[in-house]
């Protein structure tokens, strides 16, 4: 019970002020404990962090499986239903927004680890975009000539697009590149 504690706590630290200006001290004061005694649960920082890691980037799988594969909408709403939902995700919940920083800027000396979540997340992600387009194409006439791997790798794409603005440039800049980069896929895939 005390690990899972720290590491929602430390998940809000690390999200709020990066892997170097969260600081176990604050992390144990916030969670009840002293800071000797997060030790008892994870060797060092860097132990924590990772697992923060691991649980913020399941739970971005989860999320994403729970989504797509839900039924009730078109091929079309799904995919543009799931940029909003990423949106909206790092502007409301904190794990999203952990693992959108986290993915982006790892800590140097954490960066291969790091980037190995990233990759299998990213492979994942694209081979279940390629089971829903498989199912699309052989309901969607106009895409019969679509090369469907290139298209999962350009959805991927644009949703990296749309993250660059949403760490950088705000929610207006994000959601302007939303709709400004939806527009053209969608006409791409469907017209």
């Known amino acids: 019970m005390t690990a899972d504690k720290i590491k929602a706590v430390a998940l809000t630290h690390f999200a709020n002020h990066g892997y170097s200006g969260a600081s176990l001290a604050m992390i144990a004061a916030d969670v009840g404990i002293k800071k000797p005694s997060i030790y008892a649960h994870f060797k060092n920082k860097d132990e924590l962090f990772l697992a923060v890691t691991e649980e913020a980037v399941q739970n971005e799988w989860e999320q994403a499986v729970d989504y797509i ?101 705000g929610n207006d800049r994000a959601e302007e590149r939303l709709q400004s980069s939806w527009y053209m896929y969608e006409r791409a895939l469907f017209n």
């Not at 790892?106 to 994942?124: A, G, K, S």
């Open 69 to 169: 594969k839900k039924g009730g909408q078109s091929f079309k709403e799904k995919l543009y239903g799931y940029l909003k939902l990423q949106k909206e995700s790092y502007e409301q919940d904190e794990r999203a927004k952990f693992w959108l920083r986290t993915s982006f800027f790892p800590p140097e000396h954490l960066q291969q680890q790091v980037i190995e979540y990233v990759y299998r997340y990213l492979d994942q992600m694209e081979d279940l975009l390629l089971q829903e387009f498989v199912e699309a194409k052989a309901q969607h006439p106009e895409m019969q000539n679509l090369d469907i791997k290139q298209a999962a790798k350009a959805y991927i794409a644009l949703l990296d697009g749309v993250f660059v603005e949403m760490l950088y440039g």
